[in-house]
């Protein structure tokens, strides 16, 4: 089955582009924090859990949040729409946070708010949460973007009719450096797009090409 | 739907390092969960389940010897040579070899090397080796795949997610082979954190229990070869049949009030198997022993209409492993088939939940023809998938 990639949203280099529109740009980054705090108050989000997230969620949290922004997500059912992630530093960032809050037995202070992000798969949690998505979910991890077995595991789902469509994507970040992609990825023969936008087909090309955009 | 076969499981814990010795153990009610006390891991006592190190040193130089490799052991991590042992059991009558093209690795880990994260190692490893992918290439290389490894990381489903990836790469016809390992260690980090949720259980943990007080954490390692060739001159065959995932959109910590997102991977499951669930010969359950979690999990098998079905958790016997538990669990399942045993489901004394499901106290001794085995984790993310005899 031909499938088609709907709509996507890119996160990096201080520019943010729905659908190849550039929506938001800073030109110098003090810090992700300030960069993604800054986006959410101009897309006029209200959200209270975002503030709660590790960095690894509010990015893909914002990602996904733009993606279906221009897509109306109510159209797809509960369990219809599936979500497959990836990165190559799992959720180091958070990692690093909770390993500092025990290094010293006589200054020990675990918090269960920062350990439950020590998990990859926590970002799909919220987006699942945030968008009420029942379906098939995975977070993957590689060395670097690996659009074939992104394609290869989306492909499998849609294929067998697991979900009627899949965010795709790469949530990265470690400190300061991020970069968030993210695909809606359909069936042709029930894909619908906005006006507008030209989809393009669901190909390792298509998804190398996304993640370069800017 | 292609056949995907199981043709060789491993189980290193506490109880031993082969899934038949871990069978054995199980079979004889032994717990491999005791009470430790070690400055490394805790300032605490805890109940923990942890593979013996003299034991795994030993059996690591002769694998070095026997693979002709130059490393010192002291190259490897403690969960790399856990991982490599197991891979190299399960491996050791593949009919090919893993530098073969149709061969892939599947990788599934929550943690992987992150005691690499403390001082005392900092200077010894490079820092590289804390990410997933520097992990899994250490494996890889040791036996020399050709394949790029695919890595599941994914909570506590991450095991049964990795055997569902893997038999969906199968079916479609990328792969005819899959070494689908899963380990995770018992650390500072991981244990510190389930002490600042107080998820811990004092004692060694009680799965589906009335008085159950939470989990108890382990270390282990699971390695399940699958296959589209089942092998010549067996006369039956343990097959891999439909999964499925799902996430209950409710809490990153909490789970599902109802489980009805549990019972509907396990539908699905059924459904992709094309198995109708009074087929089903024993649940293995998730079963982690923490209250929220085994109530969801009994509102969910009794949503999906298998209250009577015989139940169990491992948990009793090796802890909590993480993203190992789907692969010792479902490796433990495969022991079960081919045993013709439910295994009892170790820690349980009376059950918090009946009519709601049939949590087996002691080992029943009946055919075991299909299996079904769930898995939930942190972000609210549940896996389910079906094992059958041929």
Redesign the interface.
């Known amino acids: 089955m031909e499938k088609l990639i709907t709509a996507y949203t890119y996160i990096g280099e201080g520019k943010v582009f729905a659908n190849k529109r550039l929506i938001f740009y800073q030109e110098k980054i003090a810090t992700f924090a300030e960069f993604i705090k800054a986006l959410y108050k101009q897309e006029q989000i209200a959200y209270p859990k975002f503030y709660k997230m590790d960095s690894l969620s509010k990015l893909g949290f914002m990602c996904a949040e733009l993606l279906l922004r221009y897509e109306n997500p109510g159209i797809f059912k509960p369990g219809s729409l599936a979500v497959v992630l990836a990165n190559s530093s799992s959720s180091l960032d958070t990692d690093l946070l909770h390993q500092e809050s025990i290094r010293n037995r006589s200054a020990y202070f675990p918090s269960p708010s920062v350990f439950v992000y020590t998990l990859a798969n926590i970002v799909i949690g919220e987006i699942c949460i945030r968008h009420g998505l029942k379906g098939e979910n995975a977070f993957l991890v590689s060395e670097k973007f690996n659009p074939s077995t992104l394609k290869d595991y989306v492909s499998e789902i849609l294929d067998n009719h697991r979900a009627e469509a899949c965010i795709c994507g790469w949530v990265e970040i470690l400190g300061n450096n991020f970069k968030a992609v993210m695909a809606l990825v359909e069936n042709e023969s029930t894909a619908t797009w906005i006006n507008g936008f030209k989809p393009m087909p669901f190909t390792e090309a298509s998804l190398n090409e996304i993640i370069k955009v800017n | 739907m292609k056949a995907v076969y199981a043709i060789s499981e491993n189980i290193i814990s506490a109880l031993g390092f082969t899934a038949s010795g871990n069978a054995e153990a199980l079979l004889s009610g032994k717990t491999g969960i005791r009470i430790h006390h070690d400055e490394k891991l805790s300032?605490n006592k805890l109940a923990i389940s942890l593979v013996d190190t003299q034991e795994m040193e030993r059996k690591f130089e002769l694998i070095l010897k026997q693979n002709k490799k130059e490393q010192q052991p002291s190259f490897f991590t403690r969960l790399e040579k856990l991982l490599i042992l197991s891979v190299s059991d399960a491996i050791q009558n593949l009919p090919v070899r893993p530098d073969n093209k149709k061969v892939i690795l599947v990788l599934s880990t929550?943690?992987?090397n992150?005691d690499l994260?403390?001082?005392r190692f900092t200077a010894k490893f490079d820092h590289k080796r804390?990410?997933?992918?520097?992990l899994a290439s250490v494996v890889k290389d040791f036996f020399g795949f050709a394949n790029?490894p695919?890595?599941?990381?994914?909570?506590c489903i991450s095991g049964v997610?990795a055997l569902i990836?893997a038999s969906?790469?199968l079916r479609?016809g990328?792969y005819e082979t899959a070494v689908v390992a899963g380990g995770d260690i018992a650390t500072?980090?991981v244990i510190?954190?389930?002490?600042?949720?107080q998820a811990l259980s004092p004692e060694p943990c009680k799965p589906f229990d009335l008085s159950r007080k939470g989990l108890s954490l382990g270390e282990g390692c699971g390695t399940i070869v699958l296959s589209t060739n089942p092998g010549d001159g067996k006369t039956e065959h343990i097959l891999v049949m439909g999964g499925?995932?799902?996430?209950?959109?409710?809490?990153?910590?909490g789970p599902s009030r109802t489980g009805e997102?549990l019972s509907?991977a396990i539908n699905?499951s059924l459904e992709d198997s094309g198995i109708e669930y009074t087929a089903v010969d024993f649940i293995n359950a998730h079963g982690t022993a923490t209250p929220f979690n085994d109530e969801m999990e009994a509102k969910a098998v009794s949503l999906s209409k298998m209250d009577k079905v015989p139940l169990n958790s491992f948990k009793g016997y090796w802890g909590h492993t993480l993203g190992a538990s789907g692969l010792m669990e479902s490796a433990a399942i495969i022991q079960s088939m081919k045993l013709n045993r439910v295994f009892s489901s170790a820690g349980l004394e009376v059950s918090g939940f009946p009519g709601m499901i049939n949590v087996v106290s002691e080992t029943i001794f009946k055919p075991v023809n299909t299996c079904l085995k769930t898995a939930s984790?942190?972000?609210?993310?549940n896996a389910a998938l079906v094992f059958q005899k041929t």
């Open positions: 300032s929550t943690k992987g992150i994260l403390e001082d804390v990410y997933l992918w520097a790029t695919l890595i599941i990381s994914n909570a997610m990836a969906r790469l479609s990328k500072e980090f510190s954190g389930f002490q600042s949720f499925s995932v799902s996430n209950d959109a409710n809490h990153i910590s997102e509907m699905k984790g942190f972000g609210g993310c």
